[in-house]
Nanobody, 126 residues
Framework: EVQLVESGGGLVQPGGSLRLSCAASGFTFSSYAMSWVRQAPGKGREWVSVINSGGGSTSYADSVKGRFTISRDNAKNRLYLQMNSLKPEDTAVYYC???????????????????WGQGTQVTVSS
């Protein structure tokens, strides 16, 4: 059974930083692309970033490009999202998601994932 457990969310002031982590189990983590998706209060889901299985290729939404960095540690079965220069509009529940293949080039957007975590809340406010 695929399990994705996010952690690291919380309350942070504008301009601050947070590092989200996702612990993966139940599948061969190093064989699949992984992504982060968020959902702000009262809004639809928004794809944030994706990384291929080996970690050598990444992509970001324009809204977070230059501020967020996605990474992974295949030895530890962990996915990360380093978030810097946070803005109030980054407030959302952040989900770790798994793609059904090693590459993400065939599909874009949050609908590509076949498994989701339960999410972690990030609140950016003064």
């Amino acid at each position: 059974e695929v399990q994705l457990v996010e952690s690291g969310g919380g309350l942070v002031q504008p301009g601050g930083s947070l590092r989200l982590s996702c612990a993966a189990s139940g599948f061969t983590f190093s064989s699949y692309a992984m992504s982060w998706v968020r959902q702000a209060p009262g809004k639809g889901r928004e794809w944030v970033s994706v990384i291929n299985s080996g970690g050598g290729s990444t992509s970001y939404a324009d809204s977070v490009k230059g501020r967020f960095t996605i990474s992974r540690d295949n030895a530890k079965n962990r996915l990360y999202l380093q978030m810097n220069s946070l803005k109030p509009e980054d407030t959302a529940v952040y989900y770790c998601t798994k793609y059904p293949s090693a590459s993400y080039s065939y599909c874009s957007g949050y609908g590509c994932a076949d498994s989701w975590g339960q999410g972690t809340q990030v609140t950016v406010s003064s």
